[in-house]
């Protein structure tokens, strides 16, 4: 085998490894929902050397992992690197195994310690340093939708600033536990990007981003008023929220004009597409497992891991 | 006994009754947990006679009900009043039990049917019938804060126009569902109004509405980096909340500059006469059982609920 490098993208919910190359192109992938709640305490070494086996990966291969895995909950903690953090900085962060036969660290999140605008993250950095080296740019504005949205500035390589924005929790704890609940039903509904109620609501909130919370409970008075089926008040809470998120996150972020990175996957890349472009701003697409790859690559690549024999530093 | 009528808030959660004289003056009150989610389909005759004949009333008394008791899942549907809705028609709305030997009527609801602010409120039209007979006043804003805040446009004696915040509601469903649980923890805290956290996160939201999802996730970073305590988060999460709330609101409603009829009581009070004095809002304080007892007295009165024997129209 050709292995450089596993690289391990460790959530909350989800386990994602990959074998990369010397080149860092995939040779192998497997998932699954072992993720670090599944995991802890004790049995992140078990799961992933049972991965590691049934992909046939040599023993003495290292490993390089980011995400929850390094959390105080996770399976050792790679302590937060404050911003502003350099791309090295964070990769100097990466916690050793101890203990373990095989080479594997972990890499740490990012800290914001600003009193006025306290933030963190913990795997986004990762999927930060494949851009860097995805797009070879050293200053940006970079977009990552999820449960935990994150807009972040690098600014010469580093990341200077974040913020984020509750925006998938939102609507998760509003459909399940809040009156909404009623409108959107038990099942859950795939939105579309074309759908006009989804477009409609996410233009209103763009316009209009300090109404968010009066506009939450027309959802509920449409269902009881208007007869808005279930599939539709997903996509009125749906374009609501991303709305909110992108006016706020733009108005801070987003001044310059300059291209934001998005940073999406699966089934929220065409939703904050279509805000992107109801907002008229740019965007660059890149593929969110593309950049964690790229980003555990990165690391792995300078922290010396898989040196191939007789490499030069 | 002297008593005129029963007057009756029947929530969703809670049942409050009142004996009132000729005048509207309580001569007794009985308060119980039985809710409409707690009498429904077929226990509300049963359980309000129960109270009755707990507190000697006389069978022939008549009885004038608000709150969710007219609801399609309540004890009989009082079907809404359009906005604009006077308080006559609100009174004309009233629906009655059939078969009852018992005169009982229950108050409807108000509904504003406009696409794009569509909004329904049951039980607060009641409360706002009381203001305009405590304040002899016919035209006013109003604020009712609670789980579900309404601010209310009264315009020549009718409901104008209004919008509903779902603040008590957002604070329940992030602080028992949201990552913002491991901040508030399990016990619920009471918030001070002087405490300085709730003052600071009130004014930020106040200064910046459009910011409300960004803010959120900083009580959950706080907690992490800051050391923030679970009462000092619920402290943050109320002031945030209730600071976003007032500033749209104002925004929409309190141009004039006329001061806000207040109706709160309990807990809310003091956080939102804070919030109000942070905003550099005028306001004038009614307390809310005063006023659902004024406007179900009100009701009775002009449907002729309990006249004395002999007494002209």
Do not use: N
Not at 47 to 59: K, N, R, Y
Not at 251 to 261: C, E, L, T, W, Y
């Amino acid at each position: 085998m050709s292995a450089r490098v596993v690289a391990v993208d460790w959530g909350t919910s989800r386990l994602r490894i990959w074998l990369l190359d010397q080149d860092g192109s995939v040779l192998a992938e497997r998932r699954s929902d072992e993720g670090m709640l599944a995991a802890r305490p004790d049995g992140f070494g078990r799961i992933l050397e049972g991965h590691l086996d049934a992909l046939g990966a040599p023993v003495d291969l290292p490993a390089i992992i980011c995400g929850m895995a390094g959390s105080r909950q996770g399976w050792v903690e790679a302590p937060y690197v404050a911003v502003p953090a350099s791309m090295q900085g964070i990769f100097a962060g990466a916690a050793p195994i101890p203990g373990s036969r095989r080479d594997i660290r972990i890499l740490p999140g990012v800290a914001q310690r600003d009193p006025a605008s306290p933030d963190v993250m913990r795997g986004e950095e990762t999927q930060l340093a494949g851009i860097a080296s995805l797009l070879g740019s050293d200053s940006h504005i970079v977009c990552m939708p999820g449960t935990h949205s994150k807009w972040v500035e690098i600014a010469d390589g580093s990341i200077a600033g974040f913020a984020t924005y509750m925006t998938g929790e939102l609507f998760s704890v509003l459909a399940g536990h809040s009156i909404l609940s009623h409108s959107l039903g038990a099942e859950s509904h795939a939105v579309s990007a074309t759908d006009p109620l989804f477009r409609r609501w996410c233009q209103d909130s763009l316009s209009d981003p300090g109404d968010v919370s009066a506009r939450l409970f027309r959802i509920r008075a449409s269902t009881l008023l208007l007869d808005l089926k279930p599939g539709q008040a997903a996509a009125a809470l749906s374009g609501l929220l991303i709305g909110a998120e992108v006016a706020s996150a733009s108005r801070r972020f987003a001044k310059s004009g300059a291209p934001v990175v998005l940073v999406a996957s699966g089934a929220l890349r065409p939703l904050y597409e279509a805000a992107f472009g109801l907002a008229g701003l740019e965007f660059h697409p890149v593929e969110a497992d593309e950049a964690v790859r790229a980003g555990l690559f990165a690391a792995a690549r300078h922290l010396g891991m898989g040196e191939p024999a007789g490499a030069t530093a």
